[in-house]
């Protein structure tokens, strides 16, 4: 997939950020996805819990919005973005989603399977992120 990003004014993307979503890309098998993520990086807003999210179109265009550009963070949504492309995860309105060939209702954060996984996944990530770019 391609990696586009919409930056808010105010704000820059880091040079880190963009070699942590590559080396995302390149280790969870993106590169030869077909589709578009776009990454909108805002302004960090105060006392905001939400730090990044990521949706998809459930075709083919992928978008993460990031709050802040902590590794944890962008690693998290990536394992997201992978979910997405590998047709594991479908969130539907209210709370219903579809997780590796079942629906699942009635999930909260710290219980769905797929933030269990992203969660686990990015601090592999990050761990192998820097030892790479040490
Ligand atoms: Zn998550």
């Known amino acids: 997939m391609n990696v586009e990003y919409k930056i808010e004014a105010g704000t820059v993307l880091l040079d880190r950020t963009h070699q942590a979503v590559m080396f995302c890309r390149n ?3 993106l590169s030869e996805i077909p589709g578009t993520l776009t990454i909108k990086i805002f302004k960090a807003i105060g006392g905001q819990d939400l730090l990044g999210d990521c949706t998809c179109d459930g075709i083919d265009a992928y978008e993460m919005r990031l709050w802040e550009q902590s590794l944890e963070t962008i690693m998290h949504e990536m394992v997201h973005v992978m979910q997405y492309a590998n047709y594991e995860l479908e969130l ?4 219903r989603a579809y997780w ?3 629906m699942v209702f009635g ?5 769905s ?5 992203a969660t ?3 601090s592999i990530l990050v761990k192998n ?3 790479f770019s040490a």
């Open 113 to 117: 399977p797929w933030e269990i996984e």
């Open 27 to 29: 280790v969870l098998l």
């Open 92 to 95: 539907y309105l209210g709370d």
């Open 107 to 111: 999930f909260s954060y710290d219980t």
């Open 100 to 102: 590796q060939g079942e």
């Open 129 to 131: 992120f820097l030892t």
């Open 120 to 122: 686990r996944l990015e």
